[in-house]
């Protein structure tokens, strides 16, 4: 009772609109409590819910019946979480949210005038959203996917519009991954609502010329520095007679 009281509170806060900080405090609130995340330990609050079988938590928006062997297990008591997550309105809230960035995009905004997520949540969010595709229902996961719109240019535009000046310069120097992690979350996402393998690595390459004409046009040395770096691996990638067996070309070039 104690968290689906909560899930109503955070969700009603943010549809009726809060501050960045807040709002983003308020998403992470959300995301402990629907997903447990990558090391599988299930939240300490859950504990009291073990009694919950899979066919009572499984409702409209998900479920643990018919999941894939391979998939990594999540309790009912979670499930019954996000379908109460998703009765409340909190998937129509997480995509209108997402939306925002594709209009600060559309609409030239910038600084203060930005009404989208900051690039720290939408990040969350994403992975977030990555991490339950399989217990979202068939029916509604590729349908639900499909209407982020988040294959868009004007997507990870917006995205881009948010950074502030110390994103940039994490961006392009020690915390380059984090960018490459948010594409490949976006491809997963892609590949879950067109079920389309070479479109989401498609989209993949595109994220990345798009990310290297960002940095170029950044006002920071240490920005253009790293695009012109991309740029010379990524035409070394280019060139087949160069390509180790094997190797790939990510959103990003990690660990280069």
Known sequence: EFL????????????????QAQEQRAFSAVISILYSGEDGQEPVYYQSLKTISKEAAAGKWATLIGLPPDTREMSPSQVMMINKFGDMGGF?????????????????????????????????????????????????MPQYFKSLDVEKDEFIGGVLLSLNRDEVYGLAGKKKDQFDDLVDDISSLIRGATNDKHFAAEYKEN????????????????????AMKLIKLYLRALNPKKWEVGAQVSAQFKNQ
């Open 4 to 19: 689906h009281d909560y899930l109503f509170c955070a969700i009603g806060a943010i549809k009726k609109g809060l501050d």
């Open 92 to 140: 129509a809230v997480i995509r209108d949210r997402l939306h925002e960035s594709i209009e600060d995009y559309k609409e030239g905004r910038k600084g203060k005038a930005l009404k989208g997520l900051n690039f720290k949540a939408t990040t969350h969010i994403i992975k977030t959203l990555r991490g339950l595709k399989y217990l979202l229902h068939g029916d509604f």
């Open 207 to 226: 994220m990345q010329l798009n990310f290297i004409l960002y940095l170029i046009k950044a006002p920071y040395i240490v920005a253009q520095r790293r």
